[in-house]
């Protein structure tokens, strides 16, 4: 896999806490796996909150077709 180095800019005692928990060789490792983990939670959020807008949005349609149906299932039982 081809990588790329990236500087970026971390809280101070972020970054203590890394070098005190991890060790140097490890730490790109550690950082991308960290990386990795948050943007794959974003993704399923970013899914989740476009499946919500997709149902909220077709939501009229479906009790719409759904009384279609409540009629159509209903019409030939006695009442």
């Not at 909150?49 to 279609?68: C, T």
């Amino acid at each position: 896999m081809k990588t790329l180095k990236i500087n970026f800019t971390v809280p101070e005692d972020v970054a203590e806490e890394l070098k005190s928990r991890v060790s140097k060789r490890k730490r790109s490792a550690f950082v991308t796996a960290a990386v990795a983990e948050k943007l794959k939670k974003l993704e399923e959020e970013q899914l989740r909150q476009s499946l919500v807008e997709g149902y909220q949005v077709r939501q009229a349609e479906d009790v719409e077709v759904n009384l279609e149906w409540d009629e159509a299932t209903l019409e030939e039982w006695p009442r």
